[in-house]
C-alpha cells in the first residue's frame, strides 16, 4: 500500500482545513487508518484512527470535538476534517495503515506510512 497526504498549507487560527490520505493498492478497504502528527522538536503523536470498514473511530484527547476522520473506500481515501485549528496543532500530518485496533496509538503499530503533509496555523 502506497498513502500520498495532502490539504496542508497555511492556515489562520480557528481554521478549518481537510486533510486527505489517498492510498493505492487493492487491499485498502482492509486496513484500519490513522493520522498522526509531529511537531518540530517532539515525538510523533496519534491523532485519530478509523477502523477498516469506517464504523469505528478514536481520537486524541488533542482533537475530540475539533476533529473527524471519515474514509471513502470507493476512492481509496481517508480524510481528516479539522476545525478551529490552534497554533499547537502546527505539525506535519502522516496517515498511516494497520492491520490492527483503531485503539492503538503508538506509531509502532502501524506499518505503511505516507509521507506527510505540513499544516502551519498562524495565530
Known amino acids: 500500500v502506497q498513502l500520498q497526504a495532502s490539504g496542508g498549507g497555511l492556515v489562520q487560527a480557528g481554521g478549518s482545513p481537510r486533510l486527505s490520505c489517498a492510498a493505492s493498492?487493492?487491499?485498502?478497504?482492509?486496513?484500519?487508518v490513522g493520522w498522526f502528527r509531529q511537531a518540530p522538536g517532539k515525538e510523533r503523536e496519534f491523532v485519530a484512527a478509523i477502523s477498516a470498514n469506517g464504523r469505528s473511530t478514536y481520537y486524541a484527547d488533542s482533537g475530540k470535538g475539533r476533529f473527524t476522520i471519515s474514509r471513502d473506500n470507493a476512492k481509496n481515501t481517508v480524510y481528516l476534517q479539522m476545525n478551529s485549528l490552534k497554533p499547537e496543532d502546527t505539525a506535519v500530518y502522516y496517515c498511516?495503515?494497520?492491520?490492527?485496533?483503531?485503539?492503538?496509538?503508538?506509531?509502532?503499530?502501524?506499518?505503511?506510512w505516507g509521507q506527510g503533509t505540513l499544516v502551519t496555523v498562524s495565530s
Open positions: 493498492g487493492r487491499r485498502f478497504s482492509s486496513y484500519g
Open positions: 498511516a495503515t494497520t492491520t490492527r485496533s483503531v485503539f492503538e496509538q503508538s506509531p509502532s503499530r502501524y506499518d505503511y
